[in-house]
């Protein structure tokens, strides 16, 4: 009883205290933003959290590394009651959930994000990558495909079809442990033309299909979970190939001098970007609506380019996009949607893995498992 | 040993077989690094029953001296040729130990240091258990040397570069260190694991011993009950406390806070407190309590007179056991801590799961070299406590 009370008591003081503390400003002087880790997130770091917090004095950020488990962490604190984070960096498909169950707050792109430096409407400049209301686009990224240029001899793949040619390039191939990419490329290389893959691939035949041609080199494959695993297998020489994202292989190329070449063929974009968790107190909202319209400004999401080869979501920011802040080098030529890379793209398609995942998901790891 | 075994010459039938099959062994590692396993083993154990043959039954005895250097430079040539500068230096080590192996297999000398009576199968057990004890050594060892040379890696992945194979100063650097020492994120974290793990491994002593005293006390009732929840953080799968501790104290408040990471953690440090106070309790004279009683001495006097110096070591290695469950854990403390209550071992898990960098194997080594020097301490500062009280003969 005693201590119930102690405990209360000291709950309640620490509240009093937290609330008279943020009385006054309207907004709250920290934020605490959840991104990937590594390279991307120093990315963001340079290109909109130093400038934002050297333009606004006394204001503080943390970064939580936990977007890989941001929807159930989500849900644990919506089910608290206790929502510690402000702003959430997330995967499209992720984005689309977590607004589906109500986790992430409806966003006004018009209203609450600023337009393009000549006028455009926000919702107009980032067009396609706004996959959801909730979702404030930052970054387009593709998995793609890296080769060992020692490895290939002397005609380097050009087709995704090299995956499956153990032939011409033998060795093991490194492929993500989910279906995503996997399964497109695969009907692709049986002779489905492009436009019909989706169709294909929502019957029970095109699933088993996928899995088939899937089958012809599955024990040449190293499934990983993390895609940081591809670019250590490439520098190691335990893979000939594998898929990653396009900034882990960039990295490993421009920034490591590691022999690895792009295979751009049939990468898949994909987009990434914010969303705010529903339920947060008035003026951490305040500060975050605040920072957002910064970060995600048109010089903004350009600035970001010069630190990662992720193509920046606004149309605005692609001609503003211009060299490494290291190295110096040219960075228009490493985004994913540059024209000359990406003269045969897939774009995730979110409506049909919303559909088909959890069928698809279950027949690829039985597969898997067998 | 007072009995001197002699030597005695064995036949080529037992020696020929004998060396040849560690002949095999040994080519099953070669092998394997070379591609095939199966030509390693057949060629190691041709190569050793030939030069076993060679000096037992062509060469005189007196030519060990030139033949065992002749197999130190042909195996350390055959290794350069093969493998560089770490084949030269692997190859040598090979052909020194063979050359000692086969006469020491030949000439009877490994039964030198054993009494004259065991049996053949008494020798191979006497050795046999040798050598699984120091496979065992090296299974559990090898992972943690391993790392130590891959964090001084020149480039940022978990690779033995050529540079580094063939022992360049320029495949080596100390930029992950510098990683490590310049890092703001770094840094925080290990000021985290250091305020946290101490705090919680003084309250998981103090109420462990209180609880562990106590509950050794015949007159306490529901004892068995009481000693099993206590104990149930160890025994309850770590994910599940790790959850109820989420919701619970997320609605009082703590979660997030360096309290609540530093509560949780006693929590967990406690079981090892009460299990190890408790085994040093069983040997405790209770007669002792009642006679500093008898003198007048309060409980509070007897205890830190009269028991506490006794059950020390049980507190001591508990609070060991405590530190290190706070210091190394990671599970809770995802739970119960926010961003800014991120450890030591939460950004090493992040870390690893999102780039694999080598930063952490520098981390890793510093803890391995900070882990030895505190347990070697520990160690002598007990050796020398327990020969100033006279309790150890040495």
């Known amino acids: 009883m005693k201590l119930t009370k102690t405990l209360l008591a000291s709950t309640a003081l620490t509240v009093a205290a937290a609330g008279a503390f ?18 991307y997130q120093a990315s963001q770091q340079k290109a909109y959290v130093e400038p934002y917090l050297a333009m606004n004095e006394g204001i503080s950020s943390t970064w939580d590394e936990s977007s890989a488990e941001a929807v159930a962490k989500l849900r644990a604190m919506n089910e608290a009651g206790n929502i510690t984070w402000d702003l959430v960096d997330v995967e499209a498909a992720d984005a689309i959930r977590l607004c589906d169950e109500g986790l992430a707050m409806e966003i006004d792109h018009d209203e609450m994000l600023a337009a393009a430096p000549d006028g455009t409407e926000a919702s107009d400049d980032f067009g396609d990558s ?26 380097p793949p050009t087709s995704i079809c090299a995956l499956f ?73 335990e893979v000939v190939m ?53 970060a995600t400004d048109t010089q903004r999401l350009a600035d970001q380019a010069a630190y990662i080869s992720y193509g920046p979501a606004r149309a605005s920011s692609a001609p503003l996009v211009g060299l490494h802040a290291e190295l110096g080098i040219e960075m228009a030529p490493h985004m994913p949607t540059d024209p000359a890379n990406a003269k045969n793209v897939f774009v995730t398609q979110y409506e049909f893995w919303a559909d088909y995942r959890d069928d698809i998901d279950a027949k690829f790891q039985a597969w898997l498992a067998q | 040993m007072a009995v001197e075994t002699q030597a005695i010459r064995q036949p080529l039938s037992f020696s020929v077989p004998a060396v040849a099959a560690a002949g ?23 190569l050793l029953a030939g030069l076993t043959w060679l000096a037992m039954a062509v060469l005189p005895e007196r030519q060990e001296r030139m033949l065992r250097w002749a197999m130190i430079l042909g195996f350390a040539l055959v290794g350069a040729l093969v493998g560089g500068v770490p084949g030269f230096v692997l190859g040598g080590l090979f052909g020194w130990f063979f050359g000692w192996f086969v006469y020491w297999i030949g000439l009877g000398r490994y039964r030198t240091t054993l009494p004259p009576y065991l049996t053949a199968g008494q020798v191979l057990w006497h050795y046999g258990f040798r050598v699984l004890c120091g496979a065992i050594f090296v299974f559990l060892v090898t992972p943690i040397l391993v790392v130590l040379p891959l964090s001084f890696n020149a480039e940022n992945f978990f690779t033995f570069t050529p540079e580094m194979l063939r022992f360049d100063p320029a495949g080596y650097s100390l930029k992950h260190y510098r990683d490590f020492f310049g890092s703001s994120e770094w840094q925080q974290a290990l000021r985290n694991s250091l305020l946290i793990a101490p705090v919680a491994t003084l309250i998981s002593v103090c109420l462990g011993t209180l609880a562990a005293i106590g509950l050794s006390q015949p007159h306490v009732p529901f ?11 160890m025994i309850v799968p770590l994910i599940i406390s790790a959850a109820g501790m989420y919701f619970f104290y997320s609605r009082i408040g703590l979660q997030g806070t360096y309290a609540g990471v530093v509560l949780a953690h006693a929590a967990l440090g406690i079981p090892f407190v009460i299990i190890t106070v408790t085994a040093t309790l069983v040997g405790f004279d209770r007669s002792l309590t009642r006679a500093a009683a ?28 405590a530190f290190i469950t706070s210091f190394d854990e990671v599970v809770v403390v995802i739970f119960v801590g926010s961003a800014n209550q991120q450890t030591l071992p939460w950004q090493m898990f992040t870390g690893l799961r999102e780039q694999i960098s080598p930063t952490i194997l520098a981390v890793a080594t510093i803890l391995v070299v900070v882990s030895i020097g505190l347990l070697t301490t520990v160690e002598l500062l007990r050796r020398r406590s327990e020969k100033l009280r006279g309790m150890s003969p040495g």
């Open chain 2, 24 to 46: 095999g062994f040994a080519g099953i590692f070669v092998g394997t690094a070379q591609g095939s396993a199966l030509l390693g083993i057949f060629l190691g154990a041709i």
């Open chain 2, 223 to 233: 004892r068995q009950a009481i000693m099993a929840i206590l104990i149930s953080p």
């Open chain 1, 22 to 39: 943020a009385e006054g400003h309207g907004m709250a002087d920290s934020m605490t933003l959840v991104s990937w880790g590594g390279a």
């Open chain 1, 242 to 294: 594998g898929s990653t994202y396009n900034g882990r292989l960039f990295a490993a190329i421009a920034e490591q001098g590691q022999p690895i070449g792009m295979l751009w063929d049939a990468q898949m974009l994909d987009f990434d970007g914010w969303v705010v968790p529903e339920g947060l107190p008035e003026d951490r909202l305040a500060r975050v609506m605040d920072f957002l319209n910064f």
């Open chain 2, 294 to 321: 008898n003198m007048g001495a309060g409980p509070v006097t007897t205890f830190f007179r009269v028991q506490m110096p006794l059950i020390l070591p049980g507190v001591i290695s508990g609070g060991l056991f």
């Open chain 1, 130 to 155: 706004i996959v959801s209301d909730c979702f404030i686009p930052q970054i387009v990224f593709s998995t793609t495909v890296g080769y060992r240029t020692d490895l290939v001899g002397d005609t």
């Open chain 1, 165 to 237: 040619d153990t032939e011409t390039y033998p060795g093991k191939r490194a492929l993500n442990k989910r279906p995503l990419a996997n399964v497109e490329w695969a009907l692709l290389c049986d002779g489905v033309a492009k436009d019909d893959i989706y169709d294909v691939l929502s019957t029970d035949e095109g699933q088993d299909r996928a899995l088939a041609k899937l089958d012809t080199i599955k024990d040449q494959v190293v499934w990983w979970s993390a895609a940081a695993e591809t670019p250590q297998l490439l520098a190691d020489g």
